[in-house]
């Protein structure tokens, strides 16, 4: 049984950094592709950033330069880097894990339909 725990989300102003961890537990060694997705109210959940077991990684467009996704494998640690926060970015945010990432043009895919386990979600806020 797969379970992921987030942390350290929080309430930030515009321009302000955070920095998400996702803990991995039970059969985590076989999840080579982790990801972090995020949705606002209203709106559908969607990718941010995806990283292999080598630590290639992918992006969103929307940020790109600002977000840094990275792992610790010893410690089964995933992180998310976010900085030059914007108000736009306010969301839940979910690690999320699978045994293989997806390759498409340019990278990995970030579609939450390719990842099969989830956590629960860790709310930033970013305040203008």
């Known amino acids: 049984q797969v379970q992921l725990v987030e942390s350290g989300g929080g309430s930030v102003q515009s321009g302000g950094s955070l920095r998400l961890s996702c803990a991995a537990f039970?059969?985590?060694?076989?999840?080579?592709?982790m990801g972090w997705f995020r949705q606002a109210p209203g709106k559908e959940r969607e990718g941010v950033a995806a990283?292999?077991?080598?630590?290639?990684?992918s992006y969103a467009d929307s940020v790109k330069g600002r977000f840094t996704i990275s792992q610790d494998n010893a410690k089964n640690l995933l992180y998310l880097q976010m900085n030059s926060l914007k108000p736009e970015d306010t969301a839940m945010y979910y690690c999320a894990a699978h045994y293989k990432c997806k390759a498409v043009a340019g990278g990995w895919a970030l579609r939450w339909a390719d990842f099969g386990y989830w956590g629960q979600g860790t709310q930033v806020t970013v305040s203008s």
């Open positions: 990283i292999d077991s080598d630590g290639i990684t």
């Open positions: 039970g059969y985590s060694y076989s999840l080579y592709c």
